[in-house]
């Protein structure tokens, strides 16, 4: 999987990953485009991507393969969410949201 926060907090917040804070960065500077989150990257940027983001802790998004495909690094976003051990909306909260 995907890096998780390690545990860090900040405050009474968890710190945000940095898989979340550079590719919600990156879509914010690049990606603003029709469906940035409905549309899926190309499976082997994606799969790329995530292998830098293992491998060290912030890869350069500026590379043309991520410039030319803004999908990719939102769908890695979605995917980290995806594979989160307890989802955003928290099992614990969850009949709240409901």
Not at 14 to 36: K, M
Not at 77 to 83: D, L, T, V
Request: a negative charge.
């Amino acid at each position: 999987g995907i890096p998780g926060p390690g545990g860090i907090t900040v405050g009474a917040c968890p710190a945000v990953p940095q898989v979340l804070r550079s590719c919600t960065e990156f879509v914010e500077q690049h990606g603003v485009v029709d469906g940035i989150y409905r549309l899926s990257g190309v499976s082997s940027n994606i799969q790329r991507l995530r292998q830098e983001f293992e491998a060290q802790r912030c890869p350069d998004l500026s590379r043309d393969v991520y410039l030319q495909d803004v999908h990719c690094v939102s769908s890695l976003c979605k995917a980290y969410c995806r594979e989160l051990p307890n989802p955003l909306l928290t099992y614990q909260l969850y009949d709240k949201f409901a």
